[in-house]
Nanobody, 116 residues
Framework: QVQLVESGGGVVQPGGSLRLACAAS????????TRWFRQGPGKQRELVAF????????DYADSVKGRFTISRDAARNTVYLQMNSLKSDDTGVYYC?????????WGQGTQVTVSS
């Protein structure tokens, strides 16, 4: 069974950067796609970015294109989300999600707060 642990959240000023990490353990070879979601205060959870394991194709929500980059380190079984030019609207809990042969797995989430 795949398990996911996120890290890298914190408090940052507008315009700043953070890098989130999603480390997979268990049986990471089962993972087809890894996705980052976020849920801001009073908002619904939304998909931010995804990366496919096989083709390493990526895509992003329009709101983060050009600012966020998703990448994967296969040797470390870790997916990263580099977030630059952060805005207050980026505030929220960021969740890692893996799509596997057995279904979807969620991490516990990491808080990102963008505030001056």
């Amino acid at each position: 069974q795949v398990q996911l642990v996120e890290s890298g959240g914190g408090v940052v000023q507008p315009g700043g950067s953070l890098r989130l990490a999603c480390a997979a353990s268990g049986d990471p070879s089962d993972i087809y796609t890894t996705r980052w979601f976020r849920q801001g205060p009073g908002k619904q959870r939304e998909l931010v970015a995804f990366i496919s394991t096989g083709t390493v194709s990526t895509d992003y929500a329009d709101s983060v294109k050009g600012r966020f980059t998703i990448s994967r380190d296969a040797a470390r079984n870790t997916v990263y989300l580099q977030m630059n030019s952060l805005k207050s609207d980026d505030t929220g809990v960021y969740y890692c999600n893996a799509v596997t042969m057995r279904g979807q797995i969620w991490g516990q989430g990491t808080q990102v707060t963008v505030s001056s």
